[in-house]
């Protein structure tokens, strides 16, 4: 059974600097990660996947993989206000396992 | 591109009625489609895995003939609360995979939520 372990937060990051949020994963044979965010009451959105070794970055949003260690993190850089929600770690077999969630909020 | 809609977006009921909730892919074809549940403040829960043309697969602890789920084409799939109760009462959501050469989940095995249905039984 695959897992994946996130911290639950909440993690409070000053607006404007970088906020880290990491995630740890059991299945050495897990392909492809991803990060969603969440806001109260809405459904989960899709920010970033990932499949290789490495730095992805889009925009604001750098996603980071190291197979070896089983991690992925996501940085989020010049941080908004906008930026608090909860963000789910995920990767995919035949259905997507996700973590809990690791609540973000960026103080004004 | 990767759109997913769910119809309702909310609904309230009285108790011991049957809801049925829409979750339609709008510019992809569907051959997976997911349903959760999510609890305020509690991670999100998987309850069934459709394929579009076979019965569904559902999650330990999830009656299946209390929710019943039917996809019947590639862009459709729908949920049936039957005999709803108070405690069904949760935010439902559901998410599209299309695997096939070319979908937008191709590269990744992504998948792509709805908006969600709020569901409130009286």
């Known amino acids: 059974q695959k897992e994946v372990e996130q911290n639950s937060g909440p993690l409070s990051v000053p607006e404007g600097a970088i906020a880290s949020l990491n995630c740890t994963y059991s299945d050495r044979v897990s392909q492809s990660f991803f990060w969603y965010r969440q806001y109260s009451g809405k459904s989960p959105e899709l920010i970033m996947s990932i499949y290789s070794n490495g730095d992805k970055e889009d925009g604001r949003f750098t996603a980071q993989l190291n197979k070896a260690s089983q991690y992925v993190s996501l940085l989020i850089r010049d941080s908004q206000p906008s930026d608090s929600a909860t963000y789910l770690c995920a990767t995919t077999d035949d259905k997507i396992i996700f973590g809990k969630g690791t609540r973000l909020h960026i103080l004004p | 591109g990767a759109v997913v809609s769910q119809h309702p977006s909310w609904v309230i009921c009285k108790s011991g009625t049957s809801v049925k909730i829409e979750c339609r892919s709008l510019?992809?074809?569907?051959?997976?489609m997911f349903w959760y549940r999510q609890f305020p403040k509690q991670s999100l829960m998987l309850m069934a895995t459709s394929n579009e043309g076979s019965k569904a697969t559902y999650e330990q602890g999830v009656e299946k003939d209390k929710f019943l789920i039917n996809h019947a084409s590639l862009t459709l799939s729908t949920l049936t609360v039957t005999s709803a109760h108070p405690e069904d009462s949760s935010f439902y959501i559901c998410s599209a995979r299309d695997i096939e050469a070319g979908g937008p989940s191709f590269t990744y095995n992504e998948q792509f939520f709805g908006p969600g249905t709020r569901l409130t039984v009286l």
């Open positions: 510019d992809f074809q569907a051959t997976t």
